[in-house]
């Protein structure tokens, strides 16, 4: 008993002492998530979770990282991942291996994820999507910090049509497998509908993700046709507003898109079909689009080794993907963004700003996404640099307005004023001994949240989501 007393106040007493505490960024560029270039010589005073100025004097007594010349950002939001599994290029391994995972073995994998993609400087994440409640799991444990992971809203299971994008494979009904229902987000008609909104809801989603079209990945229907009626998405929108709870639409197919806009769903996933009509619509709409275009790319190596239903859809999908992204820029379509991240490998997200770049979006557009994911998330806390702000920051070598891809090289990441990870120093400097002080650990005592050089991201690759997520994303 003495000994748990004992415990608990050391607890508290490093919970205040984190609250407490002041730490100044100093950097060469700051780019603040709402401007179109950088601020040169950059201060930011971090007092507990939040930003408290930026620029200015060090307060006394401040500890001060010197991060030299890099550029600090916003801490990245993903506003579409499926932390939950990971798919590899071998369809075939990662279906068996997929059957045969048990779920504590699973939701294990799921937690290297989470750090991969917080190591990548991504400190929120929309999760859209999981099984066996994984993603709740991650949430909360990484909330208790138990294991370090981002942020994460989770939508537990997506909801769907009978034999749709959401529902299992078409095993044979001699094998006995279980048919899902509006427990699992399956529903035949309106009132099924909202039963499965309430279920997701009553088991701890965050968000409520819709299959409205097909998709690329699952074996048996068309990418682009729509799955679910007027009556039944308008159940989904109006149940989740009515809790609260924003609407994500997975949506290929334009005349899908249509139904599900009207209805009025939050934001657009992948939209990959979208006619310049209905782009017109979502802006007149205010409907956000999240294009991840980072899954078209991670499939295009692996057309060759997938079934051959899906590997046609993938061409299609392939093939649109460039133009209606061009044409929701023109149209003005508010972008956010997202990766689909598990269709491509887990820590690669930055990846996703090249691509919007070379597709015709401005470098400090592209930045500003993270702004966009932040709103669509409904967190006005995140997403900018700014007193009072969360502290969530992430620092990139050089200037990402001259070369996107520093992104994908984060050196300094800190999630809510605590660092995760620092940039490697020379262990006889001076300022090895500043940054490698124990109490700057993060998560644990023994400094395993530091930076360390950069690892073969394919090392805690997991080849193989679970069986369900066949159909749970892209």
């Known amino acids: ?10 607890t508290l007493a490093a919970s205040l002492s984190a609250q407490d505490r002041v730490i100044a960024l100093k950097a060469a560029r700051l ?16 007092e507990g979770t939040r930003i408290r100025s ?14 030299g010349d890099v550029t600090l950002l916003p801490g990245f939001i993903d506003a579409h991942t499926h932390l939950s599994g990971e798919s590899s290029d071998n369809y075939y391994r990662d279906y068996f291996e997929g059957l045969m995972r048990h779920q504590g073995e699973q939701a294990l994998l799921a937690s290297t994820f989470a750090r991969k993609t917080l190591d990548a400087g991504v400190t929120t994440v929309r999760d859209l999507a999981s099984w066996e409640y994984i993603d709740v799991s991650l949430r909360n444990a990484i909330n208790a910090g138990y294991v ?15 034999g749709g994008h959401g529902d299992g494979d078409a095993y044979p009904p001699a094998r006995g497998i279980p048919q899902s229902g509006p427990m699992q987000g399956i529903c035949a008609g309106a009132d099924q509908c909202r039963s499965a909104v309430r279920f997701q809801i009553k088991y701890g989603a965050d968000v409520i993700k819709v299959m409205m079209s097909g998709g690329v990945l699952s074996l048996a229907d068309s990418v682009d046709l729509p799955q ?23 949506c290929h197919g334009d005349a899908a898109a249509k139904t599900a806009i009207a209805a009025g769903v939050d934001s657009i996933e992948h939209g990959t079909f979208l006619q310049p009509a209905t782009l017109a619509l979502m802006r007149e709409k ?26 046609t859809k993938a061409r299609a999908a392939i093939a649109a993907r460039d ?28 990846r996703e700003f090249a691509l919007m770049t070379s597709l015709g979006m401005s470098p400090a557009a592209a930045l500003r996404t993270t702004a966009n994911s932040a709103a669509l998330l409904g967190r006005t806390d995140l997403g900018t640099l700014a007193p009072g702000q969360l502290a969530d920051l992430v620092a990139v070598p050089g200037n990402p307005l001259t070369d996107i891809t520093a992104t994908e090289r984060v050196s300094f990441v800190m999630k809510e004023g605590t660092v995760i990870k620092r940039p490697v120093l020379a262990p006889q400097s001076a300022a090895w001994r500043q940054w490698a002080a124990p109490e700057d650990a993060g998560f644990d005592g023994d400094g395993a949240l530091r930076a360390r050089p950069e690892r073969d991201r394919d090392g805690l690759h997991a080849p193989g989501a679970a069986l369900r997520h066949r159909s749970r994303g892209r």
Request: charged content about 15%; hydrophobic content about 50%.
């Open 286 to 311: 205010g409907t956000y689009l999240v294009p991840t275009l980072l899954a078209a790319e991670s499939v295009r190596p692996r057309l060759e080794s997938l079934p051959p239903s899906i590997a």
């Open 148 to 162: 370090p992971g981002p942020r994460m809203l989770v939508a537990v299971h997506p909801i769907g049509a009978t």
């Open 54 to 67: 930026i620029g200015g004097a060090v307060p006394a007594g401040a500890e001060v990282i010197d991060l």
């Open 228 to 250: 679910m009626t007027r009556e039944e998405i308008e159940a989904v929108v109006s149940e989740a507003h009515q809790w609260g709870k924003k609407v994500a639409a997975h």
């Open 1 to 10: 008993m003495r000994n748990a007393v004992l415990a608990l106040l050391l």
């Open 31 to 46: 780019f603040d998530g709402t401007s179109n270039d950088v601020v040169t010589n950059a201060v930011v005073i971090v």
């Open 323 to 350: 133009a209606t992204f061009r044409n929701a820029l023109k149209a003005g379509v508010k972008i956010a963004f997202g990766t689909d991240s598990a269709v491509s490998r887990h820590g690669l997200n930055a």
